[in-house]
């Protein structure tokens, strides 16, 4: 047994034998095959930023259409599918995506794990994503795009009014998406149960965990509502149903109600992993652990548990009785507070810590500021007579960008500034990195904040054109700059990456002296993750030298090797106790088998070809047959050891 | 791997320890949360209209009510198999499976016989389109438990399971418990409720 301390980085001796067993092996198929999380997280960045892409020259081409009164840039009906898709791109083929890459990649090696706890699942739950992107957007190839908004309202969704195939492109492919959003969340609920390192008992989880997990666990139960919605409005278009047209004994207004029992949660859940990101990123540059990091933790599941009762205050115009309004809109001010106790938490870290400022640190910074000033204006609309005036105008716009590029955006790109040594052993430049963030912050800015004049102004948002003379000309050329300039540092985030892959300097395993897991390991790290499953004594298994944590020692070099095959341990759910020893799965093609079955399904569906839909779920059940077969490798057949 | 670990630990899935298991819990969760919106989308569209919109006060009970019998019992034989597992007699296992299999099948076809016999359509209005979209999810999560039974079948023949390792039938058992649960809340919501009302 070694008497090593944690803190001590020396280099784990690489183990030949763990290699052999966890590697993947090259070429294609291997590739097709993987289930390792550390290459499905690194899919999971780069897929979503492709998305990101496509969705901000989205936005740009709109903000070429509005730069002057009365322009012809695009037609009516291409501009309305432009900000249709724009906002299904970012909000749910980019913003989750990406935070779900993160935790991807680094859940397992925050935890002290060898992998996640469902590979298999994991690697199903990355296809599908791309499938059901790719569904959708092949929908906007053929000039029928989603084209009602991403929040899609009925009556207007109804093929009396939209006909043609936008909406069942959209419908079709978000019941797809959410399949892969569901399968991707259970897996991060059961890991952060059962499996973190001995000893790393619930108080002592990292803090940049607790955004993913609630939002996961928020995802699992709200991601129905919005799949049963579709899929509704799916069979009111496509056979005859009466969901939501009032002629039938329907109600319009029971889209809105499931649409948003979903999408405010969701909007919780593609902010407060990177809440998480912010919290870890932001203790580890300012050396010294997250002031008030209990409180952090359970703000972050205090917002998600009000934040399902909020969803009503996007109704707040459709004619509810007062008594609901008023409950709603206290709900959505009382959730401004576990809000700012996480702001509150940030600045006092900052203000008591000897903050380094490199650029991951402006960027979690910036997240401060940005999140206040969203916060704000979100705060503003959570007032019923102050949401009559703004609704669907600019304002709002502005309010959600706010939200979802600042506390989004800004985190991910300083996530990227952090742990991009950690996934490749290379550092980003720094002063590269100041321009890239200055341009961003600028930029974005300039777009955004001249926005919400805009709003008050009264422009109407998601209107094609408009004419001169409101006052809105000059805001317009200069939101329209703004944005030219923030995809501009958009563009320089990645080129950065770029160049940091072909050159940047060797980070060794932990540049930043953080206090976390991952950080023990080399960079990038082993297949396996860690030579020998550490045993977890404290919050900060690296900083307990430096920061004093009484007598607590967690240990990285153990006796829990591991190598008869692909093991790790499953621990208990609070105390992490050692319960199991975790038989892990090989590499395999059922999940991307799997995934083309269910996106032919979809097609056949979409097209009505009955034969193609029976074909593809029975391709689809013979993966999952293949899946779930009891192998005796997996310990899953009688007799086997133990 | 060291003698510590090796002695005291389970290696592989063994019972509710197992990570299955939890995946398990959580798919129920979300698949809970899925019928409690459709059936949202039922009460929602209830409230507005009130009585009237009940194309039947007192639907048949014929059919449905000797159905959710059958459903329950199935519940218990899908327990007596696990009981058998647990003790080793995989005869009991076994049979206990193929008896949950035929009630299940046996609980589809006279939903077929329902869905005939029933006055409106999923296209009449949107009562109608509640009542089919709502019981042919129902239908297709007890296909599902069918099909799943039959793999259970088949695995415990080939001898897979012992009164250890048998976590796939837990699974199984527990998946069709909450299939005869929803069915619960649905034939509620469908049968009783509009003579209740």
């Known amino acids: ?642 | 791997m060291s003698a510590v670990v090796a002695d005291a630990v389970p290696v592989g899935g063994v019972g509710r320890r197992s990570v299955g298991w939890w995946g398990l819990v959580t798919l129920i969760a979300t698949e809970a949360a899925l019928f409690a919106y459709l059936l949202f989308a039922y009460y929602y569209i209830l409230v507005q209209f009130g009585p009237a919109w009940f194309p039947e006060r007192s639907p048949s009970l014929k059919l449905a009510l000797p159905n959710t019998i059958v459903l329950l019992i199935s519940s218990a034989t899908i327990r007596w198999a696990e009981r058998g597992m647990r003790r080793g007699a995989r005869g009991m296992a076994l049979g206990g499976i193929a008896l949950t299999f035929l009630l299940g099948l046996a609980f589809l076809i006279v939903q077929l016989f329902e869905w005939k016999a029933k006055p409106y359509s999923l296209r009449s209005g949107s009562y109608g389109s509640l009542y089919f979209t709502i019981t042919g999810f129902h239908m297709a999560h007890v296909t599902a438990g069918l099909v799943a039974l039959l793999l259970l079948f088949v695995w415990c023949l080939k001898g897979y399971f012992d009164t250890r390792r048998h976590v796939p039938l837990l699974i199984g058992a527990a998946y069709w418990h909450f299939v005869d649960v929803v069915w619960l809340a649905v034939f509620f919501t469908f049968y009783l409720l509009p003579r209740l009302w």
């Open chain 1, 1 to 642: 047994m070694s008497t090593l301390d944690a803190h001590v980085i020396e280099p784990a001796p690489s183990s030949g034998v763990l290699e052999k067993i966890w590697a993947t092996p090259p070429g294609i198929l291997g590739w097709l095959a993987s289930v390792d999380h550390k290459s499905i997280g690194k899919r999971y960045l780069v897929t979503a930023f492709l998305f990101l892409a496509a969705g901000g020259i989205e936005a740009l081409v709109m903000r070429a259409q509005l730069a002057r009164p009365d322009q012809h840039v695009v037609t009516p009906d291409q501009y309305n599918q432009l900000f249709s898709m724009h906002g299904m791109t970012m909000i749910f083929l980019y913003a989750l995506p990406v935070l779900s890459g993160f935790s991807n990649y680094l859940w397992p090696l925050l935890f002290g794990a060898r992998d996640m706890a469902f590979p298999r699942l994991n690697a199903a739950s990355y296809w599908m994503y791309v499938a059901a992107g790719l569904f959708t957007y092949a929908g906007f190839a053929m000039g029928a795009g989603a084209n009602d908004g991403w929040f899609n309202y009925a009556p207007n969704s109804e093929r009396d009014f939209n006909p043609g195939l936008n909406i069942d492109f959209y419908a079709l492919g978000m019941i797809f998406l959410g399949v892969s959003t569901t399968v991707g969340a259970i897996n991060f609920v059961v890991t952060f149960f059962r499996m973190r390192a001995p000893g790393m008992s619930i108080e002592k989880v990292p803090i940049m965990t607790w955004g993913t997990l609630t939002a996961s666990a928020a995802n699992i139960l709200v991601i129905p509502a919005v799949s049963v919605a579709f899929f509704l409005l799916w069979l009111d278009r496509q056979y005859g149903t009466h969901f939501f047209d009032v002629a039938g004994g329907g109600q319009p207004l029971l889209w809105q109600h499931l649409f948003w029992m979903f999408g405010h949660p969701w909007v919780y859940a593609v902010v407060l992993p990177a809440i998480g990101m912010t919290s870890e990123g932001l203790q580890t540059l300012c050396r010294r652990p997250l002031v008030c990091f209990e409180a952090v933790a359970l703000a972050t599941v205090a917002t998600m548990v009000l934040g399902f009762g909020v969803w009503v205050h996007h109704m707040f115009a459709t004619g509810l009785p007062a008594l609901a309004l008023s409950f709603f809109s206290g709900a959505s001010i009382i959730i401004a507070v576990p809000s700012a106790l996480a702001v509150f938490a940030w600045i006092a870290t900052i203000w008591t810590g000897r903050p380094i400022i490199t650029t991951a640190f402006l960027y979690f910074a910036s997240v401060i500021v940005l999140f206040v000033i969203g916060g704000v204006s979100g705060f503003m609309t959570a007032s019923v007579p102050v949401d009559w005036q703004l609704t669907d105008t600019y304002f709002v716009v502005a309010h959600l960008h706010y939200v979802l590029i600042g506390i989004n955006l800004f985190a991910v790109a300083g996530g990227i500034y952090h742990w991009f040594p950690k996934m490749t052993g290379r550092l980003l430049d720094e002063r590269f990195g100041r321009w890239t963030f200055w341009t961003m912050f600028v930029g974005f800015n300039l777009a955004f904040l001249p926005m919400h004049v805009t709003g008050l102004l009264g422009m109407p948002r998601r209107v094609y054109t408009y004419a001169s003379g409101f006052g809105w000309d000059t805001l317009n050329l200069v939101t329209s700059l703004g944005s030219l300039v923030f995809a501009a540092g958009v563009l320089m985030l990645v080129i950065a990456v770029l160049r940091g892959l072909r050159n940047g300097a060797p980070a060794g395993a932990n540049p930043w002296d953080a206090p976390t897991l991952e950080w023990s390991v080399p960079s990038p790290p082993p297949t396996y993750n860690f030579l020998e499953i550490p045993i977890v004594a404290s919050r900060y298994p690296l900083w307990e030298r430096t920061i004093d944590h009484g007598a607590a020692r967690s240990r990285l070099r153990t006796e829990l090797r591991l190598e008869a095959g692909r093991e790790t341990l499953a621990t208990s759910a609070l105390d992490a106790d050692i319960d199991l020893v975790m038989k892990m799965p090989g590499d395999t093609l059922a999940p991307l088998v799997l995934t083309i079955g269910m996106a032919l399904a979809f097609v056949g569906l979409l097209l009505h070809l009955a034969w193609l839909t029976i074909a593809a779920a029975l391709v689809t059940l013979a993966a999952l047959v293949a899946w779930l077969w009891p192998q005796r490798e997996l310990a899953q057949i009688a007799g086997a050891p133990r």
